[in-house]
């Protein structure tokens, strides 16, 4: 991957770089040249990786303490809330955590869709990206199953349950996921271990995310490629490395506020109460980070279409680099395109706050008109909108808006007339 | 930056606006007396935790059990704070099963600071068969299991009221208009002067119920002092650190002909 070839000063790093080029790629990393003119939204990627790291210490600590059965998991938890040194601080930070964690990856994927990052040569790292989601998302769920609480109880019998809508084998399947005739013991302690093991195949995601991203090298806010390394590009290290801890810290400041000031405010009280199979709670909600899906999945009258909705809902992302047709990354170029995708932002937080409630009335209304815009955006408009949107003019290089370089002197090209 | 700086504080306000809101979405808008240990230096108040455990023992505990709450709490700091000696006797006043002992046989024994409270009940059907049908809920984490945490619990304390009329109550359901349906099994638990405090606060049914619900709130979060001290020092540090770093982001972009 890199350009030129790296020798180890010392006799000994060339020793050891013959036999395992680590030094080299190290030397990729830090020289890794990377578009000069990302904003504040590119420091995510970062962020989540912290993130990730963050998670799986705070759980590997937590499992030092914790029971996976279903009569102590509850008060497994208030002994580590209560007794183990510091517990209380791990188990907010680990719950907090996956909060901080989803509202991470939802700015990174919603930059990707505002520069288009998805777009040709970049697929293959979205599609990673897309499956880093969608395990984050198992692995969440099977973390909130783990306290046993009354909401974590009731989530696993509604999601698990999801399952018993396949035609044919859905008892079996469902009975099987549960590892009995309902949400037991069994489920709590497979939930258990998946939620172990998931955090490391998204850690192995990660890194073939990040390799694929150092083949073409960085999107950036204007979106067109560029010549590396050259003007327009930095190396990784130190301008990238110290605008990402500077992004890092001003994150970890609300993290902070939020463990140490409303710990809770993210989570349900019902969830403090210990699981009752005998006493379901009045509304049934999953976390905040799935609720636009909760409701894609409740908008559908009939259960087993609805949650072939919920997941065409998530299989149309990762099939969305062949759904858009224009040929210009930016939505900076793209005026219309700029104006649907706030439409987007703005029907996926409809979504979400409809997910959290009853799903009746106008509230019921108003979730099938947001989830049937979410595929009219997808699988219409975008489409649609990359053969006839007009978009205005793009730069040739960085360096040109950057050193703002006049209009009239400078060399521009108008994708319209090229394709 | 700026969008990027805009954003965080939004979430944080928006945050803060949403838990306003879930609070009050309850039918009757919630009693708030002014708690001591909200915000950034919440402190739970010593003389509150200790009368609060006064009416918890004497008044709660009939029927409620605090199962994940141990004596030797009482006197670890952030709480009521009482004295170990102060424990022990308290403690000591409880029979806990013990055992086997070395013929094989259970026996029971006075409780020490280490071990859990003593349960009202032997088990929940036990609670449930004594009460009517109604489990009086464990108390450990009751604060934190209700929308609207201490001032729910507050209200509740102090939301009984006749019914309308109209609306005719079984033997032993009571009406309360800050239960959800308004329906309670437990009658109301406070009358003024019902506990004797000792360091002479006036015992009405307010500051029963202000100090009992403090009390609660305590069990259910026993290190909220120590998570205020390490939260505030925690951010300090990091807005310092974040300002260092900031500069060193600026001086070390300053090299390249691109704003930052």
Known sequence: MSDHEYIPKSKLG????????????????????????????????????????????????????YVAHADLAFSSVEHIMRNVNYGWLIRYVHANGASMFFLAVYIHIFRALYYGSYKSPREIIWILGMMIYILMMMAAFMGYVLPWGQMSFWGATVITNLFSAIPFFGESITMWLWGGYAVDNPTLTRFFSLHYLIPFLILGLVVLHI??????????????????????????????????????????????????????????????????????????????????????????????????????????????????????????????????????????????????????????????VATAYYFLHFLIILPVLGNKEKTSEVPLSITEPVLGGSASASITKNHLDKI | MKNFLKFFLTILVFCLKASSISAAEQTEKLLNPGWGFKGFFGKFDRGSLQRGYQVYTEVCAACHSIKYLSYRNLSETGGPEFTEDQVKAIASQFEVTDGPNDDGDMFTRPARPADNFVSPYANEKAAIAANGGAYPPDMSVLVKARKGGAD????????????????????????????????????????????????????TSEQMAKDVT????????????????????????????TILVYFSMKKIWSRVESKV
């Open chain 2, 214 to 241: 403090t009390f609660l709130a305590w069990a259910a979060e026993p290190h909220l002092e120590a998570r205020h001290k390490i939260g505030f020092r925690a951010i300090i540090y990091l807005i310092i650190l």
């Open chain 2, 152 to 203: 729910y619990i507050y209200s509740l304390l102090l939301g009984y009221e006749d019914p309308p009329s109209g609306l005719s109550l079984d033997d032993g359901v009571y009406y309360n208009k800050y239960m959800a349906g308004n329906k309670i099994k437990m009658s109301n638990p406070l009358s003024d002067g019902l506990v004797e405090y000792g360091d002479g606060t006036s015992a």
């Open chain 1, 14 to 65: 060339k020793w050891f770089n013959d036999r395992l080029p680590i030094l080299t790629l190290a030397n990729h990393l830090t020289e890794y040249p990377t578009p000069k003119n990302l904003n504040y939204w590119w420091t995510f990627g970062a962020i989540l990786t912290f993130c990730l790291v963050t998670q799986i210490i705070t759980g590997l600590i937590l499992a030092m303490h």
């Open chain 1, 211 to 368: 390799w694929a991203l150092h083949v073409p090298g960085n999107n950036n806010p204007i979106g067109i490629d560029i010549k590396k390394p050259s003007n327009d590009t930095v190396s990784f290290h130190p301008y990238i490395v110290i605008k990402d801890l500077f992004a890092l810290l001003i994150f970890l400041i609300v993290f902070a506020f939020f463990v140490f000031y409303s710990p809770n405010i993210l989570g349900h009280a019902d969830n403090y109460i210990e699981a009752n199979p005998m006493v379901t709670p009045a509304h049934i909600v999953p976390e905040w980070y799935l609720l636009p899906f909760y409701a894609i999945l409740r908008s559908v009258p009939d259960k087993l279409l609805g949650v072939i909705a919920m997941f065409a809902a998530l299989f149309i992302l990762v099939i969305l680099p062949w759904l858009d047709t224009s040929k210009i990354r930016s939505a900076i170029f793209r005026p219309l395109y700029k104006q649907f995708y706030w439409f987007l932002v703005a029907d996926v937080l409809i979504l979400g706050y409809m997910g959290a409630m009853p799903a009746e009335g106008i509230y019921l209304l108003v979730a099938r």
